[in-house]
Structures are given as structure tokens and as C-alpha cells.
């Protein structure tokens, strides 16, 4: 599976909502995990379906799956260095990320589920969301906080 490097159409554009519950959605859930355990470098905790050349929105973070998730960002705000598979490789950017979300999302059969999030878990859910809305890392990359 290959995963697609910025500036790739695909990647640029919002994602289109999962209204297919069957074979397909199940598909590419599969077709994710594949790609995050064949990476060649970094740790791989997250993979979005735009990276992979699948406009729907639907990404695994730390082995969860996310179908048509919503967040809530919290105000408070944290630091970090974060990279990127559809970006150079080995390339870091620093990223201020809310420290927690509140995220609502369908599984794979299509069942709604709410959770908060916190700390790196909060960190890695709101990159791969960014996938689905045409973003990442290096678009949201910040040498000063956002509240300066």
C-alpha cells in the first residue's frame, strides 16, 4: 500500500463521510492497517484514509478506528514535535495541539461512540483528523503559541 506525499490532490481536499457500512468501509480499514505496519521509519501510530488515496473519513490512531468523527478541542494547549508518512521522511515540525478532545465517531458497522481524550493519544487523533480535512502537520506548524 502506498502512501500518498503532499501535494497529492487527494490530500489537499475534505474528505467525504462513510455512508457505506459494508465490504468497502471493512476494506480499507484493512487497507490502513496494512500501511501503518509497513512503514520504514518513525512510530507508527496513525494513518488517515486520504494518505492511502481513499477520500473517506476514516483513520486509525493507536489501533482504533475512527468512521466520521467530530471534535471538540479543549482550550488548553501543548507543544510538540510531530511528523508526517505523507511528508519527508525523518522531517519534524513543531505543532501546538488542544491537550485534550472530546470525539464522537461511528465504528465499523456504523454504532456511534463519544470519548475524551487526553495528552499524546488527544495529540495523534487531532493530526490524522487534520488529514481529513486537507491539513497537516507542516500546515499547522507554529514556532509560537497560538495565544501570543
Known amino acids: 500500500m502506498k502512501i500518498l506525499k503532499y501535494p497529492n490532490p487527494i490530500l489537499l481536499e475534505k474528505a467525504k463521510p462513510v455512508e457505506d457500512f459494508g465490504p468497502s468501509l471493512f476494506a480499507l480499514v484493512q487497507n490502513l492497517t496494512h500501511a ?8 507508527p501510530v496513525g494513518m488517515a484514509a486520504p494518505q492511502i488515496g481513499d477520500s473517506r473519513r476514516v483513520f486509525i490512531a493507536e489501533g482504533d478506528v ?4 467530530e471534535i471538540q478541542l479543549s482550550n488548553q494547549q501543548d507543544h510538540a ?7 519527508e ?3 519534524d515540525y ?5 491537550q ?3 470525539i464522537k465517531y461511528q465504528d465499523i458497522k456504523g454504532e456511534w461512540h463519544e470519548k475524551k481524550l487526553s495528552g499524546f493519544q488527544a495529540r495523534v487523533v487531532q493530526q490524522e483528523f487534520d488529514h481529513l480535512e486537507g491539513k497537516s502537520c507542516a500546515s499547522e506548524s507554529q514556532e509560537v503559541s497560538p495565544q501570543q
Not at 36 to 43: A, H, P, Q, T, Y
Not at 66 to 69: A, C, I, T
Not at 94 to 98: L, S, T
Open 94 to 98: 513543531p505543532v501546538w495541539r488542544a
Open 89 to 91: 521522511e525523518n522531517k
Open 66 to 69: 475512527y468512521v466520521n468523527p
Open 36 to 43: 501503518i505496519r509497513n512503514v520504514e521509519w518513525g512510530n
Open 81 to 87: 514535535i510531530e511528523g508526517c508518512y505523507s511528508l
Open 100 to 102: 485534550s478532545v472530546w
